[in-house]
């Protein structure tokens, strides 16, 4: 059995999902021969949001870089900025339990993800974005939880059923796994949650690939 994963590699998942989807769609978007205005603005609003994807993945390569021995002058050279620039600006660690986060799932965790989980496969995408920590909100536009969406339907086909959610703690944060059952596939829906109870990470993927 796969051990399960850290909350930073967790954290990275989220962030590549991000990245791919909306690059995919403006590279979709330039590639076209259509004159969508709709396709169009929608790929404005994902490059918009890749500036934040950017920089928090930046961040976490630069910590997968730390962890792998590479010197602040080594990173500093590729950035093309000093050793000190280099530290000040991605030299601070993550919160952890220690600093005071939760040990414990927040209060109401199922009450709380399967309603974001529900909104986002009924196309309510408004009402799952409500529950948005700020960095989600800058990172998960409306069109991209809409193009996310409709490209579950397109391979996975319609919503059967939701099955028993698994609660677990990892770092400090709540995390919510839901099975989903769909016409051609089973997958599931994660919420992650922070210890205000605000939504902090959000993916629906094929069942055999969520750790």
């Known amino acids: 059995m796969d051990e399960p994963r850290s909350p930073l590699q967790l954290d990275r998942e989220v962030m590549a999902m991000m990245l791919s989807a909306n690059v ?34 930046l961040r976490a390569l630069v910590e997968q870089a730390r962890a792998a021995g590479h010197t602040w002058a080594e990173i500093g050279d590729v950035l093309h900025v000093s050793r000190q620039a280099a530290f000040q600006r991605f030299g601070g660690r993550r919160p952890t339990p220690d600093d005071g986060s939760i040990a ?9 993800a ?46 059967q059923a939701l099955g028993t959610p698994a609660v ?27 210890a205000d109870r605000q ?4 993916l629906v993927r094929p069942a055999e690939v969520v750790p």
């Open 24 to 57: 995919q769609l403006v590279a979709d978007v330039l590639r076209a021969d259509e004159r969508s205005s709709g396709q169009v603005m929608r790929a404005i609003a994902a490059t918009r949001s890749l500036d934040t994807i950017v920089e928090e993945t």
């Open 104 to 112: 414990a799932p927040v209060e109401g965790a199922v009450e709380r």
């Open 114 to 159: 399967v309603p974001v989980l529900e909104a986002f496969l009924d196309g309510r995408f408004h009402d799952a974005r409500s529950t948005f920590d700020a960095r989600m909100l800058q990172a998960i536009s409306l069109e991209l939880l809409a193009e996310v969406r409709e490209k579950v339907r397109r391979e996975a086909g319609e919503v």
């Open 168 to 194: 677990s703690v990892r770092d400090g944060y709540t995390v919510v796994d839901i099975p989903v059952a769909l016409e051609h596939a089973d997958g599931i829906g994660r919420v992650v949650l922070d």
């Open 199 to 202: 939504v902090a990470g959000f």
